[in-house]
């Protein structure tokens, strides 16, 4: 089946820094997601795009569908101490298995105060 | 106010149980997931139904169960035949199965 793949696991920076993120796909996608996991909790939604090369922002938060339909990203500008969780992209094409939403493994973000 | 809950949060069971985990939605979604989470792993889909009485198998569905006999109910049995089970259960749901998917909190199973 497809991969989503975001690298590196982890990532640490500093507080007020920018950091930005990608996702990767062996499949062309029509939808991509974004969500946010803290620890012990469910993820929780940060950004949908439906088209490529569709830019979205949600706070401080940027997202942006790739124009070959096989990558997406995201940025946290200024980041904060808040801001440290699991983030994970989803992805899900158009057709068979490619339909179900699949999701990459995550990036640990750290910040350090 | 709506949304998604499961139940309990903490869940502790003796190896060869059978356990059920609950999850209740009121958000008039047609579709419920179930997904597994480990450690450093990304979410696996163990099953999924897009309206009620219909479910199916996902990626890792060996060893698991459910139901779906009402729109806003769609528990998760482990059997004792999940050689692995120990891990963070999500619940999800959509509007639909080409919908964004909202979560759960999770419950943590525990299996000594």
């Known amino acids: 089946g497809q991969q989503l793949n975001q690298s590196p696991q982890s990532m640490f920076i500093q507080e007020g820094e920018d950091v930005s993120m990608n996702c990767t796909s062996s499949s062309i996608f029509n939808t991509w997601l974004w969500y946010k996991q803290e620890p012990g909790e469910g993820p929780v939604l940060l950004i949908a795009l439906y088209k490529a090369g569709e830019l979205t922002s949600n706070g401080r938060l940027t997202a942006q569908f790739g124009i070959t339909r096989k990558d997406s990203f995201l940025n946290i500008s200024a980041s904060i101490p808040s801001d440290v969780g699991i983030y994970f992209c989803a992805g899900r094409g158009s057709t068979g298995a490619n339909s179900k939403l699949t999701f990459g493994k995550g990036i640990t973000l750290s910040v350090r105060p | 106010d709506g949304g998604i809950t499961q139940s309990p949060k903490y869940l502790f069971r003796k190896e060869g149980q059978n356990v059920t985990l609950s999850c209740e939605q009121n958000?008039?979604?047609?579709?419920m997931y179930w997904y597994r989470q480990d450690p450093g792993q990304g979410l696996r889909l163990i099953y999924y139904s897009q309206i009620v009485n219909d479910f199916q198998k996902g990626d890792i569905a060996e060893g698991y169960s459910v139901s779906r006999e009402k729109k806003e109910s769609f528990p998760l049995t482990v059997t004792s035949a999940q050689k692995n089970p120990t891990a963070f259960y999500l619940c999800?749901?959509?509007?639909?199965?080409?919908?964004?998917?909202?979560f759960g909190p999770g419950t943590r199973l525990t299996v000594l």
């Open positions: 999800a749901s959509s509007i639909g199965s080409n919908n964004e998917q909202f």
């Open positions: 958000l008039n979604h047609d579709a």
